[in-house]
């Protein structure tokens, strides 16, 4: 789980999460933060003894990217499940994406109904449309920050990974069926995110949407 200036809520979803988490035999709850600010670091610290939390805290803020990257290396077990940390999952709908993962490399949790304000609806639509598209593909919510991943699957394309600017599970989840692996998706609940914002500086949109367009064609037709 990466984690950066959550501390509105970290508490709460450490709590939520290590509940669930304690279901599930040989569970290891791994949280990477990424140079937070805000107080998170200290929140987490507390926390650590007594939710047997596997913590990893950075100095300096990496970015979404390298947090993402950071969590999924540390991660050692051969299911792994990503969730963000907002607060806006239900750790209980893991259990759905369990009963799909025989069969399957990868689950997604579909986000619906979203609770997300139109702009990030609108881009999502269109990612994914043109995702599917490009590539023949069905989905609707590739870039969910709630997931099951087949540890096998993640060592194939790890040393690749990070080639996108942004939307590193988008990245993957694409390498991952242009090479053959199963990926499916599994509705699951959404909450309202509470507290600031982690919209993008409209001014960066252009060059993130060109360098996910490169790199999407690079997977597609190896451009």
């Not at 060109?210 to 451009?223: E, K, P, S």
Request: aromatic share 10%.
């Amino acid at each position: 789980m990466p984690v950066y200036n959550e501390a509105e809520v970290i508490q709460d979803v450490v709590i939520k999460y290590a509940k669930v988490l304690k279901k599930i035999p040989g569970s290891e709850f791994v949280i990477c933060e990424d140079g937070s600010t805000d107080g998170t670091k200290e929140i987490l610290q507390r926390l650590k003894k007594k939710y047997q939390l596997t913590l990893y805290q950075s100095p300096k803020r990496k970015g979404a990217v390298k947090g993402f990257l950071n969590s999924l290396t540390h991660a050692k077990k051969d299911i792994i499940w990503f969730s963000d940390s907002d607060n806006t999952h239900d750790p209980s709908d893991v259990f759905r994406l369990l009963k799909k993962l025989d069969g399957f490399d990868m689950v997604i949790g579909r986000k619906f109904p979203r609770k997300d304000p139109a702009y990030r609806l609108f881009v999502s639509w269109g990612l994914n449309t043109f995702i599917n598209v490009l590539f023949g593909t069905r989905f609707h919510d590739i870039n969910s920050g709630f997931r099951l991943i087949k540890k096998e699957l993640l060592n194939d394309f790890l040393p690749k990974l990070g080639t996108f600017p942004a939307c590193i599970l988008t990245e993957l989840s694409l390498l991952a069926i242009q090479h053959g692996h199963t990926v499916t998706e599994v509705p699951v609940s959404h909450y309202y995110r509470h507290g600031s914002s982690r919209a993008i500086d409209p001014k960066k949109l252009p060059s993130l949407a060109w360098g996910i367009l490169t790199a999407m064609l690079h997977i597609r037709f190896g451009l």
